[in-house]
Each structure stands twice: as structure tokens, then as C-alpha cells.
């Protein structure tokens, strides 16, 4: 089927918003009634590990997966792909792979407030909706959240204070994708308090600029 390639013509086949925790949700429903098994492959935990994560999924909870190294933690998380769509829209032209109905930085409102309906769109196959790192005790806030990027404003000509000059780091590029922070112990408390309140209130906030970015992501802690 040919996909949409403008706003207009995404609107015209009644696409709807949802969030990725409702996709998540909705495709594992689907996979139950199907009587298929998204973690096929992963020996030994379908009678205790599996069920209290469908239940996680099912809740729409952010995941944090407990236990020793080699047991499975990171495999599990990296199947959690299969539940996704296996294409949504994006807005193209734009850093956060934001949705067309639900555009959150300055840069995606202006392309649709100048373009309307002919906006272009791109489509995101799950395979690229999917982060993970490791923690070291060398992460930064800059690194997984972002920091003003001076180069990038003198490049532009930005002032200090416009958003286009902020430096967005792994979680933003994350938004609508599967976030996996493995080894959580290893990082360094002041970040894991910068990850709350992404956790908390669902948006992240950047030192120094007036803007809250409302993410879309499914948190997998190991």
C-alpha cells in the first residue's frame, strides 16, 4: 500500500495519534489473541518473568529488569521491537521523530503552521525506533538529555536563548522509540535525578532555555 507523503494525505487515511506505550499495549493484545509469542527465543521465564512483563506492558509502565548478567535482561528488552508498528509517520526535516498530529519542538510547529496540509512526511521503520546504553560512570546530562550547543548557534546566527541552538541528546532522539539504559546501578546519581523528571512528568527540561519537551518513550532500565 502506498504510504502517505504529505500531512494532507495522512490526515485523508485517518491516521490517529497514539502514544508508544498504547502501541505497545494495543500490539500485545493483538499477539495474545493470536496466540503468538513476541519473546520466542527466551528459554525458561514464560511461567514467571514473561507474565509480569505483559503485565508492565499492559499497565503502560516504564520496565526495570532485575537480575544477574547473563540472564536475559538485555535480549528481553531488544524483543520489545517486535510489539511495536512496523512503520509510523514522522515529520521530515525534523530532529525528534516527531508525530504529524503531535509536533513538540518550535522547528516542527513552524514547518506546519508555513507548509499545512503539503508537509512532507517520512516513515520510521521499528527497527530504527530502538536506543540503548550503557552506563559508565563518563555519561553526562549533555549526553543523554542535551546542553546549548555554542558551535550550532554561531553556525546559525542563533542567540544563546533560541531553541534551535540546544544540542538534544540520546533520550529527546529517542521520542517515540524504546529508550534502554543497561547497567542503571553504574550511573552516576546526579543523572539518574536528571532522568526523573523525564520519568515523573514525561517531558525533559534544559538548563538555561524556557522550553518542556513532552516525550514519548518507553523506558527499559536493566
Do not use: C
Amino acid at each position: 500500500m502506498k504510504k502517505a507523503t504529505t500531512l494532507g494525505e495522512l490526515k485523508a487515511t485517518g491516521y490517529e495519534y497514539k502514544s508508544i506505550k498504547d502501541e505497545l499495549r494495543s500490539n500485545l493484545i493483538r499477539s495474545i489473541e493470536a496466540g503468538e509469542d513476541p519473546f520466542a527465543g527466551v528459554v525458561g521465564y514464560h511461567e514467571t518473568v514473561i507474565p509480569q512483563l505483559e503485565r508492565a506492558i499492559l499497565a503502560k509502565h516504564n520496565l526495570s529488569l532485575l537480575g544477574l548478567r547473563g540472564q536475559a535482561k538485555t535480549t528481553i528488552a531488544r524483543m520489545m521491537i517486535r510489539l511495536l508498528d512496523e512503520y509510523i509517520p514522522a515529520i521530515e526535516g525534523t530532529e525528534l521523530n516527531e508525530d504529524p498530529l503531535q509536533p513538540i519542538t518550535k522547528e516542527a510547529k513552524r514547518l506546519i503552521k508555513e507548509k499545512g496540509n503539503d508537509t512532507p512526511i517520512h516513515w520510521i521503520h521499528r527497527s530504527e525506533r530502538y536506543t540503548e546504553k550503557l552506563a559508565t560512570p563518563d555519561v553526562s546530562v549533555a549526553d543523554l538529555i542535551g546542553d546549548l550547543d555554542p558551535i550550532k548557534a554561531a553556525n546559525l546566527k542563533l542567540s544563546f536563548s533560541d531553541e534551535g541552538a540546544i544540542h538534544y541528546g540520546l533520550v529527546p532522539h529517542s521520542n517515540r522509540g524504546i529508550f534502554v539504559i543497561n547497567e542503571l546501578p553504574d550511573l552516576q546519581p546526579r543523572i539518574q535525578v536528571a532522568l526523573f523528571n523525564i520519568l515523573q512528568e514525561g517531558d525533559i527540561q534544559i538548563r538555561g532555555f524556557k522550553v518542556r519537551l513532552p516525550l514519548d518513550i518507553q523506558f527499559v532500565f536493566t
